[in-house]
């Protein structure tokens, strides 16, 4: 029965059917995954003509019903019309684009008598157990091999593939009735990707190639091989044949697959040992192929299977060179690579091709919602936004994930665990390049690399325009080599150094470059941007002033910058000789926390000592409604007063002395063992849509009270001058400027250059402290 699409559609239509659902198997599924209280949401795949899928309607499921057969859904929608809570679908799960299932996913996924018809069986139960809700179940019943007929031993699993089923679930149960397994799958569907050896090797070195092959859906070949682990092809080198040779051969005499040689490219080569035995490997890239998937080696291979790049961290053994050679060519993908020294090699191949539909569709649906959110106007960056695909530059997470229009992916953090390097949210990097202005054929230097956005840049500049793009991290600048030569346009040069420095010369243009962005948070601005960036020219950056980040568009104007663009926003930290952390000075066992830019002592027993005294209260008379950002005001503080700095909890509100949420934080005063912060508190008053907020000062210590009327004062000339306007005029002078060159505002300094911020109502030369955080403060909507 080993049908195509056709032809099964051909059984259906013929009248034709399946294995009715029996009565036990009806009592196993009552047993096992009753509907949940109110009802529950299911999804049957491979539904036939419907039997299941309406006895789960009949217990009080909402199903959906898939085939890949017309046949089966035309025989389903007509056998049962009167049925009530089932979508019949015609869809291959293994391949068509999943747009109609439910978004928020599935209390229960069946698959009946099915799973050993599946090609890619593994990648499309990872897949179906990433659409379970929480506490959701998969059911899995199949024929079993024991019990079937030799001639139809394809329609059965034996006990080695339906032991491979269970793995990685927390929870999984099996009954077996009338000669089928029921197999109830609970828990995370996750085995950590694990590197293994084979037997010990023959000879006193090996030489061999892997093949990297994916299909038309960007999927990448792996075969399961009779010692229970997944390989890539792969093979030894034969006389004096050369790797990509190798490569083509192996992949023809494994798989069935012919490639030319010309397609080949030899990407990097590995050095390890194999049981003491020294071993060379060359990672070649297969960028098209042509012929029938088959298993011409069965002795060898229990079968070939296609793997989304995602799934590749949880395929559990897998051969140690395979794994090695897919995180060369997809650095991050496996979460603990094996041991090798590793050697890129310094050439790029050309693109290669290859997405699922479902990309193409979430891809148009993230531009869409970056244009009606008006982040996008230019027609040059929306095109960028629908051409180029994010995914490939994020392939350890899902294509749902890679395409949400408001979410940044972390790519690599630190021993700690804190972000370091991330593929930044659409939104935001749409916006920073609108803020560019680039002209055709615009060169740009980016501070930060990742791939993605530097590929945007180079398809909003045309198909003259290049990007030179530097980070101080090898792994990043490996991995973005890597992912600019699988997905990009060929005209982006990453380089490993310390971009606060600039850009290498001989990769600055004449007249500097046309637009400069800079994609990690920055106190200071470095003096290598402002003379590489052209006259005229835009730069722009996530500058923390105070503890707030705004992405600032400032142009170069002679030897000052001004801003003419901001936008909250929030970057990973930066790293080398732009690093500058202050760590934050932990108060009552920790319950507060103190962040401060002053790196200098602090009386912490007389703060400690002052927040157990008394309280002192003063309400501003100052309000706002619930939703209304309020974001100016801290900035407004932050740069107007000596002694800023913020004052932030990490308890319970009600647990805590000072009323701040956990989580939150406060603009603050601090001087000696006095202390001042501003927090907002609801109003009397039933309406909670239109409700309103009234800012008031809380105070600790002698010097409370003086400090209590800054702040006061502070948030009435915000309330008078500044609120409801744009963040102010900002201009950026080179640090030797002396006061009576720079424009009236309020000063901050920095190790590089001069801040001087214009408040409305502010006309004073005053210089004042610093310190960092992001996003716009918003009071909550109510509940």
């Not at 920073?432 to 500049?461: F, K, Q, W």
């Amino acid at each position: 029965m080993a049908y195509t699409r056709t032809e099964w559609s051909e059984h259906y239509s013929g009248g034709q059917s399946f294995r009715s659902l029996g009565e036990e198997e009806k009592a196993l599924l009552a047993q096992h995954v009753p509907a949940p209280v109110g009802g529950g949401r299911a999804f049957d795949v491979g539904c036939g003509t419907g039997g299941l899928a309406v006895h789960l309607a009949s217990i009080g499921y909402t199903v959906d019903a898939v085939d890949f057969a017309a046949g089966a859904i035309d025989r389903a929608r007509q056998d049962h019309a009167d049925i009530k809570n089932v979508r019949w679908s015609h869809l291959d799960i293994e391949n068509d684009d999943p747009a109609e299932l439910a978004p928020d996913g599935y209390d229960l996924i069946t698959l009946r008598l099915v799973t050993a018809f599946l090609k890619n069986r593994t990648a499309t139960l990872h897949g179906l157990g990433e659409r379970l809700r929480p506490g959701g179940t998969l059911v899995i019943i199949t024929p079993t091999a024991e019990h079937t007929p030799p001639d139809r031993r394809n329609i059965a699993l034996d006990e080695t593939e339906i032991a491979e089923l269970t793995g990685g679930w927390e929870q999984a149960d099996r009954t077996d009735t009338e000669g089928l397994a029921v197999l109830v799958l609970r828990g995370a569907c996750h085995t950590d990707t694990r590197a293994v050896e084979k037997g010990q090797p023959t000879g006193h070195a090996l030489t061999g190639a892997v093949a990297v092959v994916n299909d038309s859906f960007g999927r990448v070949l792996l075969g399961r091989s009779q010692r229970g682990m997944w390989e890539l092809p792969a093979g030894k080198t034969s006389g004096n044949e050369g790797f990509a040779e190798a490569a083509v051969r192996e992949l023809e005499e494994e798989t069935g697959l012919r490639a030319a040689v010309s397609d080949a490219h030899v990407v990097t080569m590995l050095a390890d040992d194999s049981h003491g035995v020294p071993r060379l490997t060359a990672v070649v890239r297969v960028r098209a192929v042509s012929g029938t998937l088959s298993n011409p080696e069965e002795q060898l291979f229990d079968r070939w299977e296609w793997f989304a790049p995602h799934a590749l961290a949880c395929l559990g053994h897998v051969f140690a060179p395979a794994a090695a050679a897919l995180d060369a060519v997809w650095p991050g993908i496996i979460p603990e690579p094996p041991a090798v020294h590793a050697y890129p090699l310094a050439g790029t191949h050309p693109a290669v091709a290859g997405e699922p539909e479902e990309a193409v569709r979430l891809r148009h649906k993230m531009a869409d919602a970056v244009i009606a959110a008006g982040w996008a106007p230019s027609a040059r960056v929306q095109e960028a936004l629908r051409a180029v695909q994010r995914h490939r530059f994020a392939p350890e997470v899902n294509l749902k994930t890679a395409y949400d229009d408001d979410l940044a992916v972390v790519t690599r953090r630190d021993s700690n665990g804190q972000a370091i390097s991330s593929v930044s949210a659409v939104w935001l990097q749409a916006d920073m390049i609108e803020s560019l202005h680039l002209p055709d054929g615009a060169h740009v230097y980016e501070a930060g690399s990742g791939g993605y956005n530097a590929e945007l840049i180079t398809h909003v500049s045309g198909p003259t325009g290049r990007v030179v793009t530097g980070d101080i991290d090898p792994y990043v600048v490996h991995r973005t080599r890597r992912f600019t030569s699988e997905a990009g346009s060929g005209r982006v040069t990453a380089f490993q150094g310390d971009a606060a420095l600039g850009a290498p010369v001989h990769l600055v243009p004449r007249g500097g470059f046309d637009g400069i962005m800079i994609t990690y948070n920055v106190w200071d601005i470095a003096p290598a941007w402002h003379t590489q960036l052209g006259q005229g020219r835009y730069l722009v950056l996530p500058l923390e002033v105070h503890g707030y980040t705004r992405a600032y568009a400032f142009q170069r104007d002679g030897d000052v910058l001004h801003s003419r663009k901001t936008t909250h926003c929030g970057f990973v930290r930066a790293q080398g000789s732009d690093a500058r952390t202050v760590a934050p000075l932990a108060l009552l066992d920790g319950e507060l926390l103190l962040r401060r830019e002053d790196p200098g002592p602090v009386d912490a027993a007389g703060l400690e000592e002052s927040l157990q005294g008394l309280r002192h209260e003063v309400a501003t008379g100052v309000t706002v409604r619930s939703g209304e950002s309020f974001g100016s005001l801290q900035l407004f503080a932050a740069t107007t007063l000596p002694s800023f700095c913020r004052l932030e909890a990490t308890v319970d509100k009600g647990a805590g002395v000072t009323g701040i949420g956990k989580g939150g934080d406060a603009p603050a005063l601090q001087e000696g063992a006095s202390l001042a912060y501003l927090i907002y508190v609801p109003l009397e008053g039933d309406d909670l849509k239109g409700r309103e907020w009234e800012f008031v000062v809380h105070a600790f210590g002698e010097r409370g009270p003086q400090l209590a009327e800054r702040l006061v004062a502070t948030v009435r000339a915000w309330d008078g001058d500044v609120r409801g306007s744009d963040d102010p005029a900002l201009s950026v002078h080179p640090a030797h400027t002396p006061d009576h060159h720079l424009p009236p505002g309020d000063v901050l300094e920095r190790r590089h250059c001069r801040l001087v911020f214009q408040w409305p109502g502010r006309d004073a030369l005053l210089p004042a402290p610093t310190r960092p955080q992001a996003t716009a403060a918003v009071l909550p909507e109510p509940r």
